[in-house]
């Protein structure tokens, strides 16, 4: 069964956005390195989308199973604005308790568009 998509982004310009929001170059390693801490909570990104997040990942509390979060092993990954605005919002709020700042975005986004197979 093949399911609608909107697909009216892609993660370049997901990055390229998040960076001129931002206002300065995002960096991979950075992104990296806020991925996988833990804010004072108990999660943080990896916890669900795994390390590196390249493969099916599980939420922490629900167990659903989640795609890969790395656009070169899930080639819906960024490529629908709403989904991402959506994501980053619950996510963040989810893990730092608070929504994450462009500069933030842009980051993990760069992280997660190095990734490769």
Known sequence: MHTA?????????????????????????RGQALFNQRQGGEWSCASCHGTPPTAQGKHASTGKAIAPLAPAFNVKAFTDTAKVDKW???????????ECSAQEKADV???????KP
């Open 5 to 29: 998509h909107a697909a009216d982004t892609s993660p370049a310009q997901q990055l390229n956005h998040w960076t001129a929001q931002a206002g300065a170059p995002a960096k991979a390693e």
């Open 109 to 115: 986004l760069a992280y997660l568009i190095q990734l």
């Open 88 to 98: 980053f919002k619950r996510n963040c709020k989810d893990v730092f308790s608070r």
